[in-house]
């Protein structure tokens, strides 16, 4: 570990991060799982090789986040435990974010430290939901710092279960399926909105109906929704919220599984996803909230970006999960965890519209480019079968979902010149199903090599 004299003087180094190693080309990564109650019981365990043991495993952390940063080993170096057991958590010694701190420049390269500081701007995670996570919002970059600020004047301590701010960052995030992936994203059009809620009882839903057919607008859409997250502390919520589920259960029975030509669109999906939040979550507004919401289902490989500000909820299923290094959560509903939902208010974006899409590069390689409109983050994912060039500079974590790939850094002409002159040459890095390495700024440009699929986080 770096002295204090280091990091006084400024001369800390990955050497002095990992005693007795010379900077290495990868790293592998012994990363945290965390288990909250919507986990999966199977799909994580499955990925790591692991035998379930009846308990969620909802999340796998790769990065360097200070609440769970991934541990490094440098590649041939010794595993002191092997693949970690989900939610034991990651075992002590040099994490991701002391590798950072040892070298910025070769950790991050120039550009991006001066961009985000010495930091991991991104954290990649691998998310498996059998439940519905809660209905949330990402706070934009002011409102995040404005909300953490508050948060540590007010004296709430950094763990507290009754904080919403967890940073100052924003987070925006984006989701590639790596199963049938379902989700609720944005905001319906009014007119869509009027039509779900259209003969549904209680007294709710009437108040949300009479205020979009006053105020079709997004103006409408945002008081709408404002009613109903409030309603939540109404005394008699729960037994005005039985009488609108039923009326969609009796809807359900009723609807045709196709629609008749010229007729009104069906709501059978709509309906159905009603009906599985208020069983999951019973009266919780939220499970009437989605209606005003955009369905989504994602089939492997396909993908959905989550500005920040973007009311949003997943589902089911699995899914590779980028975002800006925060965990920032603000909460409505559908959950047992903190409702905070005049900070969530603020914070959402109620302009009706689709749920939005990254922008695909395919290149034929087999990997495709996701590239959603921010500056924190990028993947490429996909099937390799063959030789492919990665993204050739920054910080990367390599993900392999399935087979066996060897990563090796490509030949450099300038490399006698970086390297020692008794240094060996690196040698390849094979990672099979469930392992993870990161590749440093320093490193220069790698080839995967295999078949297998491949998961890559970058800076674009």
């Known amino acids: 570990m770096t002295s204090a004299a280091d990091e006084r003087s400024g001369e800390a180094s990955v050497d002095d991060a990992l005693p007795g190693a010379r900077p290495s080309a990868f790293y592998r990564l012994e990363n945290t799982v965390q288990r909250y109650d919507w986990g999966s019981t199977s799909a994580i365990q499955d990925l790591l090789g692991v035998a379930p043991d009846g308990r969620p495993a909802a999340e796998l952390w790769m990065g360097a986040h200070p609440l769970a940063p991934s541990r490094v080993v440098p590649d041939g170096a010794a595993h002191p435990g092997g693949r970690a057991d989900p939610g034991a958590g990651t075992a002590s010694g040099t994490t991701l974010a002391d590798l950072v701190r040892a070298d910025p420049v070769g950790v991050l390269g120039q550009r991006v430290l001066d961009q985000y500081g010495p930091r991991l701007p991104y954290l990649l995670k691998v998310l498996a939901a059998d439940r519905a996570l809660s209905l949330q919002v990402h706070p934009r970059p002011h409102l995040a710092r404005a909300g953490f600020n508050r948060e540590n004047r007010e004296g709430v301590a950094r763990d507290s279960p009754l904080r919403s701010f967890h940073d100052d960052q924003h987070k925006p995030e984006m989701v590639v399926a790596v199963s049938r992936f379902e989700g609720l994203s944005g905001f319906r059009r009014p007119a869509r909105i009027l039509e779900l809620l259209d003969g549904l009882d209680g007294a709710l839903a009437g108040r949300m109906r009479d205020t979009l057919r006053a105020r079709p607008t997004e103006a409408g859409v945002r008081e709408a929704f404002t009613l109903a997250l409030h309603a939540r502390a109404e005394p008699d919520v729960a037994a005005d919220l039985a009488l609108t589920v039923a009326s969609v259960r009796a809807r359900a029975e009723r609807e045709p599984a196709v629609p008749a030509p010229g007729g009104r669109r069906t709501s059978r999906r709509a309906d159905a996803t009603v009906l599985a939040l208020a069983e999951q979550h019973p009266g919780d507004p939220g499970a009437v909230v989605s209606l005003m919401l955009n369905r989504v289902t994602l089939e492997p490989g396909e993908s959905m970006f989550v500005p920040s500000g973007h009311v949003h909820a997943y589902l089911s299923g699995c899914a590779v999960e980028i975002m800006a290094s925060s965990d920032n959560v603000l909460r409505a509903g559908l959950t047992s965890k903190l409702v905070d939902v005049d900070a969530l208010l603020e914070c959402a974006t109620c302009t009706p519209g689709p749920a939005a899409r990254p922008r695909l590069v395919d290149d034929g390689s087999g990997l495709v480019a996701y590239r959603p409109p ?31 790939v060897t990563l090796a850094a490509a030949p450099r002409a300038d490399a006698g010149a970086e390297r020692r002159a008794d240094a060996e040459p690196e040698p390849g890095t094979r990672l099979v199903r469930g392992e993870s390495v990161f590749v440093p700024h320093g490193t220069g440009a790698v080839v995967v090599d295999g078949e297998g699929d491949v998961v890559v986080a970058y800076v674009p």
């Open 374 to 404: 921010v500056a924190e983050f990028a993947l490429r994912a996909g099937r390799v079968a063959g030789s492919v060039a990665l993204p050739a500079a920054g910080p990367r974590v390599v993900l392999c979902l399935d087979g066996a």
